[in-house]
């Protein structure tokens, strides 16, 4: 007997631009957006923390040291946390030049301008662009942001970004996804994340089991994905988009296990052997 329904059959692999074209510009900045709309990524990834005066921004690390003159701007303010500083205060800092010093093969100038952007600014952007990118959206410390997941719904209603086709939201947090599942409508794919540490000497079936209770897919760091937890996934009709895939051997290896899509900071190379 077969326990699940089958998978609609998929016949595009889903280029998930990892927080922008992040290897070409710096990460989440509407410039690593746009180069990943140029490259006709089919989603631009989003990682969202929120600031003390409660806006959503993108940005990966709870800190804004790594990607930032945080440190330099606002000496004494350490451990610079992205909750402890209004928008405003972090419109001063320059989110690029971090970049041009790690790859000095891509800098750019202009990158030192760079700003954080807001969600309602990526939206704005992408809308400008007239762009067809979905927004792939990660919920990051859900815990220490309460009320982030009804925010967050909240401005994408407003926006005409909830529905199917126009976003996907995806969190290492179970707890957030259940959250989110009770408050946005069906259709709109949730995919539960995990690292290996997170599933480590668990059983693969109830995991997973766990998963389909409240997920579309699961996006696992690319270790990971094996035939079988491609085939276990499948058969529970959750799709799998593993992270980060940055080579264009890496992209053939995950396509020859029946992945649906990936994570990249390269989107043009998953785009190229889509092609294929
Ligand atoms: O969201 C998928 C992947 O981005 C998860 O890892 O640390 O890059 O957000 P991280
Ligand atoms: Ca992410």
């Known amino acids: 007997t077969q326990l699940f329904t089958p998978l609609p059959i998929v016949d595009h692999i889903g280029v998930i631009a990892h927080r922008g074209a992040s290897g070409y510009a710096p990460e989440h900045t509407l410039t690593a957006y746009k180069k990943a709309i140029q490259m006709k990524a089919d989603y631009i990834e989003l990682d969202l923390h929120m600031t003390k005066d409660g806006e959503l921004v993108a940005i990966h690390d709870a800190t804004l040291s790594r990607t930032t003159n945080a440190e330099e701007v606002y000496p004494g303010r350490s451990p610079w946390r992205v909750k402890d500083f209004t928008l405003s205060e972090i419109k001063q800092l320059d989110a690029g030049s971090w970049f041009n010093d790690a790859y000095p093969e891509y800098a750019k100038k202009q990158y030192s301008n760079e700003k954080i952007p807001t969600l309602q600014e ?155």
């Open 122 to 276: 990526t939206i704005d952007y992408i809308k400008q662009k007239d762009a067809n990118a979905a927004l792939y959206i990660e919920t990051k410390a859900p815990n220490v942001y309460p009320g982030m997941e009804e925010k967050l719904v909240d401005i994408l209603k407003k926006n005409g970004y909830l529905q199917p086709g126009k976003v996907i939201f995806q969190s290492f947090s179970a707890a957030s996804l259940r959250k989110l599942r009770e408050i946005v409508p069906k259709g709109i794919p949730l995919i539960q994340l995990y690292s290996p540490a997170m599933i480590q000497g668990q059983n693969l079936d109830d995991v997973l089991d766990q998963a389909a209770e409240y997920a579309e897919g699961v996006g696992p760091e690319l270790s990971l994905v094996t035939p079988e937890f491609v085939q276990k996934a499948h058969e529970r009709h959750l799709i799998v988009h593993p992270f980060t895939i940055n080579t264009k051997e890496e992209m053939q290896k995950q396509l020859s296990l029946g992945v649906d899509g990936m994570f990249t900071n390269y989107p043009d190379r998953l785009v190229s052997l889509n092609k294929k």
